[in-house]
């Protein structure tokens, strides 16, 4: 598996943009970087993935290194709900088995 | 609406005990998977499914089984259950194929 390292914890401004990075210097070619989020102990939440471009949706922006091997999860306009712990994870593909591997990720809090 | 459920949310039990944790999706997804959580450790994999009567072995099959009889339903069962399975466990499904996975709400289960 391609490993990933985030901090452990980072604070962030209510209404502020949240710039999560992720380093995931072993990463193949063909394997997707995914982020998920986890509110206290519930289950984990799909955000966004990409592969080599940039991408946006409805949550979230991942902008993703020319070499790809860091990317960052960003929060446009954070708000205290927005607290939780986000993991970064590089999707692998084995023999049908789509497991994803989670790391002990970013403690967010956002401080209002 | 699109969701993965698990009943029951919490468990109380006593060692030895059988137990079955059920896992429902209404997303007519292929790919099934059951993890658990615990402090230190991340999620780790228990079992997953490719497809109706298609199960594996994740990285901790030790003390579960499962089945998949049912495209919807893979429950999760704990023949003689023991503390050291005391633990926060998560359903997830996917359409395959490396699409995203979908988590359920938890279902916490406390070993006596």
């Known amino acids: 598996d391609a490993k990933t390292t985030q901090p452990p914890s980072m604070d962030c401004a209510e209404g502020r943009a949240a710039n999560l990075p992720c380093n995931h210097s072993?990463?193949?070619?063909?394997?997707?970087v995914y982020w998920y989020r986890q509110i206290h102990s519930q289950g984990p939440q799909y955000i966004i993935h990409?592969?080599?471009n940039n991408e946006t949706n409805e949550m979230a922006s991942l902008i993703i290194t020319e070499d790809r091997k860091s990317s960052t999860l960003i929060l446009p306009h954070a708000t205290l709900r927005d607290t939780a712990v986000y993991y970064c994870?590089?999707?692998?593909?084995?023999?049908?088995?789509?497991?994803?591997?989670f790391g002990t990720g970013t403690r967010l809090t956002i401080i209002p | 609406e699109a969701q993965v459920t698990q009943n029951p949310r919490y468990l109380i039990t006593v060692t030895g005990k059988k137990l079955t944790v059920t896992c429902s999706q209404n997303?007519?997804?292929?790919?099934m998977s059951w993890y658990r959580q615990d402090p230190g450790l991340g999620l780790r994999q228990i079992y997953y499914?490719?497809?109706?009567?298609?199960?594996d072995k994740g990285d901790v099959p030790e003390g579960y089984k499962v089945s998949r009889k049912e495209k919807r339903n893979f429950p999760l069962i704990l023949e003689s259950p023991s503390p050291n399975q005391t633990s926060l466990y998560f359903c997830?499904?996917?359409?395959?194929?490396?699409?995203?996975?979908?988590f359920g709400p938890g279902t916490r289960l406390l070993v006596l």
């Open positions: 997830a499904s996917s359409s395959g194929q490396g699409e995203t996975q979908y």
């Open positions: 072993t990463i193949s070619g063909n394997e997707y």
């Open positions: 990409g592969l080599k």
């Open positions: 994870i590089v999707r692998v593909l084995w023999r049908g088995n789509e497991k994803l591997t």
């Open positions: 997303m007519n997804h292929e790919y």
């Open positions: 499914s490719m497809n109706v009567e298609v199960t």
